[in-house]
């Protein structure tokens, strides 16, 4: 076996150790102090963005917002952030290019020491939730030779993070843009920056040139113009053309949408010179970048959007330029977040539950709903419940009295005496025909009832068949309304929910899955409390209309049968 194949297996084999080892040492919270947190996982299994060896010491931006952070319980300027490693124990550089309490949006750039192949255990801690911290100082994220813009400035020229390049015009801006704020390109005029220590280029040596482009029309233009070497839009493809020994060498690939952002990086490490697109080699010329001097144009020719222009002196790899690009695009398969507290964290094992984001990412519109619904649902309980008991005292009550009725012979109207069926309908059916009879003087003596008294007799016991029929049936429309307006009202806080969302998320410019699948979910919780009121709501009603349909057919049948019994012993013969 070959000596880097050796090396190969024995970095993968501690790589594995390492690895198996981060969710003991990540179940640690760093420090007490610190109330929130927020793990950051960078995927390169199967199932994120695959990649081939380690990146070391790759610098990512990490996207904050309402799903993943809790804004609440940071300090206003975010002067409490602290990100640390996947141990809980080792801080990491960072610096913050945006954060925006009001409108919970941030964003953070981190020099992650190592992302790992083919595993989804490369994590990051953002802590914060300290009202004592004081803010530290910027780390060294970027390395000191590396030229980055990140057009975050309100106004004015585009500089580096080293103030030493600067943009020859005061550049227009895009306040929601990729990362945040980004630069317009307007009118087909480029965006120049002069010649300077930092804008030069030795022929052969290595370099990597990387931007992200949104063109309204990429047929034609120049995305970058710099001593000769050009990349360009033709006809929706990239390509590239430099000096070469023997004339012009172009080479050209890949497709650009328009108005979609495109991550665009070109890497020459001496030998070659290799173009990407989002990630993917499109293109390659084996002939390195001669010497560049003179000033950097970008966007000569079109009109759009640019952002995250950086510019290093070393050949970065094709696992380097995928990471960046996925990461920076805010690429859901690769970066995943979610926000912790100390006391979830350690009840379960450092990982986060389902239930409290969902719960913490209500909107106000999501809550009144729910606690509408939750109202409703009391309400429908108490309806349930107090129904079903009396119920089951008039069906026991009916069936005491019905067995004293029926076997009455002769004292037909004395059923009162020792009675005790305060529950029954049928007995104050058949109090209400007594009454009706004790009127007319049935049984005191002898008189006989007539067709027509027999026909009053009926009409009042029916008319108090009624009331009871309104008795048994009170109450039961709040069933009603929960069974059909739970559901609309589960609808309502969803879809306003959902909006809201999605007009964050169009503010913020960040549109991956990790910033909309929180608020889509929380959103989703109003259907599910409309669902959760009108299922049990309609399981008691049917119940309950059922036993109430067989009370009322039985003092139907009853003031049939007591009527009857009545002509027959008073009636005229």
């Known amino acids: 076996m070959k000596r880097s194949a050796l090396n190969s297996f024995a970095l993968r084999a501690v790589a594995g150790s390492a690895l198996a080892l981060v969710p003991l040492l990540s179940q640690a919270w760093w420090n007490d102090a610190w109330t929130t947190r927020t793990k950051v996982t960078l995927n390169t299994s199967a199932q994120g963005i695959t990649t081939q060896a380690a990146v070391n010491q790759v610098v990512l931006p990490i996207r904050l917002h309402s799903g993943n952070f809790e804004f609440a319980a940071a300090k206003e300027d975010g002067s409490d952030l602290r990100v640390v490693a996947a141990d809980d124990k080792t801080p990491l550089p960072f610096t913050v290019e945006r954060f925006d309490g009001v409108n919970e949006l941030a964003v953070l750039w981190v020099k992650v020491p190592a992302v790992l192949p083919g595993t989804d255990k490369n994590l990051v801690h953002v802590y914060a939730g300290n009202e004592k911290a004081a803010a530290e100082p910027a780390g060294a994220v970027f390395d000191a030779n590396e030229t980055v813009l990140h057009f975050a400035e309100a106004d004015g020229p585009a500089a580096d993070l080293s103030g030493s390049v600067r943009s020859e015009q005061p550049v227009a801006r895009e306040p929601n843009g990729l990362l945040g704020t980004s630069a317009r390109l307007v009118g087909g005029q480029a965006l120049r920056w002069p ?87 499109i293109a390659e010329v084996p ?33 380097w330029v995928k990471l960046a690009a996925a990461a920076q695009g805010g690429e859901a398969k690769l970066v995943a977040s979610v926000k912790e507290d100390a006391e979830a964290a350690e009840a379960e094992g450092g990982e986060a539950g389902y239930l409290g984001p969902l719960v913490k990412n209500l909107t106000t519109d999501a809550w009144v709903v729910i606690i509408i619904l939750m109202i409703m649902f009391a309400l429908a309980v108490w309806v349930m419940i107090t129904k079903a008991l009396l119920v089951g005292r008039m069906d026991k009550d009916n069936r005491s009295f019905l067995a004293r009725f029926r076997g009455a012979k002769h004292d037909l109207l004395q059923l ?10 049928l007995f104050r059916l058949y109090q209400a025909g007594v009454r009706e009879l004790n009127k007319r003087d049935v049984g005191a003596r002898d008189n006989v009832l007539s067709g027509a008294s027999l026909n009053a007799v009926k009409a009042s016991i029916d008319a108090d068949l009624v009331r009871e029929g309104h008795r048994l049936n009170d109450k039961m429309v709040l069933l009603t309304i929960a069974i059909s307006g739970g559901p609309f009202l589960g609808l309502l806080g969803t879809v306003v929910g959902v909006m809201i969302t999605f007009a964050a998320i169009a503010a913020a ?3 991956n ?37 067989n009370i009322s057919a039985d003092m139907q049948i009853f003031v049939d049968e007591f009527v009857t019994r009545v002509a027959e012993t008073y009636g005229a013969r």
């Open 509 to 511: 410019g960040d549109v």
């Open 513 to 549: 899955v990790n910033a909309i699948a929180p608020g889509i979910a929380a959103a989703l919780l109003a259907t599910v409390a409309g669902l959760g009121v009108a299922i049990p709501s309609l399981f008691g009603y049917n119940y309950l209309a059922s036993r109430i349909k």
């Open 416 to 425: 009162e005496q020792g009675a005790d069926h305060a529950h029954s309908p």
């Open 195 to 281: 010649q300077g220590e930092r804008l030069q280029h030795a022929a052969g040596q290595p370099m990597t040139l990387s931007l992200w482009v949104r063109a309204e029309n990429p047929a034609a233009g120049e995305i970058v113009n710099w001593g000769g070497l050009k990349l360009s839009f033709v006809n929706g493809a990239i390509r590239l053309a430099m000096p070469g020994t023997s004339g012009v060498v172009e080479a050209s690939g890949g497709t650009v949408a328009a108005n979609s952002w495109a991550h665009v990086a070109l890497v020459t490490d001496g030998a070659k010179s290799t173009v990407y697109l989002n990630g993917e080699q």
């Open 287 to 319: 002939a390195a970048v001669p010497a560049l001097q003179g000033a950097l144009a970008v966007g000569e020719g079109f009109n759009g959007l640019v952002d995250e222009l950086q510019l290093a002196p070393q050949a970065r790899s094709a696992d």
